[in-house]
């Protein structure tokens, strides 16, 4: 999770909106400390209903968590960067899964299921496992959380500045289930990773770089109104494409019911890193290339090929704008986000299959990025378990589970997150021109052809599936006022 704290003014966002909308949605709880409670609901209502009256006012806004954020952004300005002790907070969100909202509704939630994303939603994660490319060791049977035997209901993400604060939320929150006759059906703690690994994802690099900016939310750049101020190349996307009912970029409205209105559909995904097995593959990527004559700048090792596998070197700074070797960082600099693919259509630089360029292609197609703006996700995602590095002792071993607990809301399950998984992270022909792979970091088993100036054609490097799917929930997080008429 970014320490980088958004300049977004939660006044600009509409008062009804920002008080409805829950906080990790566009906010982004932005916390060292998280955990994801899974809960199934008894048979009856009424104890369900009386611990969700309880809980209601406890649920974060966008407004609270945007002017906690703006607060504390300021403060670490002042203090020159370093994270002001005294400004703490634990955050609560509560999404519910289509079996959790049609218990609670008492009524079928969505009338019309021929929209591909209610579709998805209501049929659930596991049901649509080939679309997300979940086979094999990711096979539904085989998850932690989200079969199709194990029912969950609802969904609770609770976040703070510590382990101490948030096991004593957390605890208070799982005796108010309890109270209630909800059970945990599965609980995930996350936890940024410690010393220079902050901000950092398994295999090293640092994640939470790339989110998109949204309209009405975001301050724009008045130079640049399509950016996010201070934010050079975080492009802004209308609110819609997050947050059910708001203006959309170009697809038509797909006219939910209106209890939906204000809602953001959530993705939650276990994705185990196998971090030795990874690195060992760049390696043997690496020496490949060597085995091939193909001449490479001096020094350039695994972290070359590894910064290419991803589009970024550890540091966060990307390879379109440092192919040769990672750059010293630059403390206070901007997030290096201001990335064009325009002169680069067939990834000499960064490669077309990067993890960035796959998931987020920017300009490619266009200099508008309207292909890859309207499948933009939020994500906040958080890693679990402790860093690889054996010689630390228990726990940080290869065997030690470890990975990314893949937070993500979007306005639509099928045609953003779904989308990703299957049309472009999945797919050896994207972006085009031709075929040269699925996503080496989180897709499956696949060549990668990668081409530079002196291999115009490519050279093909195996990359294996080292990031598993151990369980997966798609669920909504309702408008407060929603969640008060259940
Ligand atoms: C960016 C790692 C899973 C979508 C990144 C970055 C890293 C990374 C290091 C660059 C930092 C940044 O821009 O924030 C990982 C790892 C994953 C994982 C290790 C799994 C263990 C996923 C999944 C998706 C996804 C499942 C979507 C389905 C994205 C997107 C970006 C990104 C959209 C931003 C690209 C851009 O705008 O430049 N990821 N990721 N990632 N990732 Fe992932």
Redesign the pocket.
């Known amino acids: 999770m970014s320490d980088d704290v958004s300049d977004a003014a939660a006044r600009n966002l509409p008062l009804r909106h920002s008080d409805e909308i829950q906080g990790d949605v566009l906010a982004g709880f932005r916390k060292d400390h998280e955990t994801v409670v899974l809960l199934r609901f008894p048979d009856d209502p009424a104890p369900v209903r009386q611990w969700l009256a309880r809980l209601i006012p406890q649920l974060a806004t966008t407004r609270q968590v945007a002017a906690f954020n703006n607060d504390f952004s300021a403060a670490r300005r002042n203090l020159a960067g370093t994270d002001p002790v005294g400004l703490r907070a634990t955050w609560v969100n509560l999404s519910l899964t289509y079996s959790g909202l049609k218990f609670l509704m008492g009524t079928e939630p969505f009338p019309d299921q021929t929209q591909d994303g209610v579709k998805a939603f209501v049929l659930g994660a596991s049901a649509r496992a080939d679309i997300n490319g979940d086979g094999g060791e990711s096979a539904p049977e085989r998850w932690l959380f989200g079969r199709a035997d194990q029912p969950v209901h609802a969904v609770l993400t609770v976040a703070s500045d510590s382990r101490e604060l948030l096991e004593v939320r957390a605890s208070e929150l799982r005796v108010a289930a309890a109270h209630g006759g909800l059970t945990v059906v599965f609980e995930q703690v996350g936890a940024t990773l410690p010393g220079d690994r902050k901000g950092h994802?398994h295999?090293g690099?640092?994640?939470?770089?790339?989110n998109p900016g949204v309209a009405d939310f975001d301050r724009p750049d008045p130079d640049h109104p399509e950016q996010v101020a201070g934010k050079p190349g975080t492009r802004i996307v209308p609110a819609g494409e997050f947050v059910v009912g708001l203006p959309l970029l170009q697809r038509p409205d797909p006219g939910l019911p209106e209890w939906a209105k204000n809602g953001s559909f959530q993705v939650v995904?276990r994705?185990a890193?196998d971090v030795p097995a990874w690195w060992a593959q760049v390696a043997a990527a690496r020496r490949t290339l060597d085995q091939a004559g193909v001449e490479l700048p001096v020094g350039s090792g695994a972290e070359w090929v590894a910064a290419r596998a991803?589009g970024?070197w550890r540091s966060?700074a990307s390879v379109a704008h440092n192919p040769n070797a990672e750059p010293p960082t630059k403390p206070g600099a901007p997030d290096d986000n201001l990335i064009s693919y325009a002169d680069d259509k067939e990834g000499h630089t960064t490669p077309v299959f990067a993890?960035?360029r796959k998931?987020?292609p920017r300009d490619h197609f266009g200099p508008d990025h309207k292909v890859a703006d309207t499948r933009r996700?939020i994500?906040r995602g958080i890693p679990y378990g402790q860093p690889f590095d054996p010689a630390a002792g228990p726990g940080h071993g290869p065997d030690a589970d470890r990975?990314?607990v893949?937070v993500?809301y979007m306005s639509d399950l099928a045609f953003q997150?779904e989308f990703?998984?299957s049309a472009w992270?999945n797919n050896t022909g994207f972006p085009p021109p031709g075929q040269n792979g699925k996503d080496p970091?989180?897709g499956q088993d696949s060549d990668v052809n990668l081409k530079l100036d002196t291999v115009p054609d490519g050279k093909p490097l195996h990359f294996a599936q080292f990031?598993r799917t151990e369980g997966t929930i798609y669920a909504f997080a309702p408008a407060i006022s929603t969640l008060r008429d259940l």
């Open positions: 994802e295999f690099f640092k994640d939470g770089i790339s995904r994705l890193q991803v970024r966060g993890h960035i998931t987020n996700i994500r990975g990314l893949f993500a997150f990703l998984q992270i970091v989180i990031v």
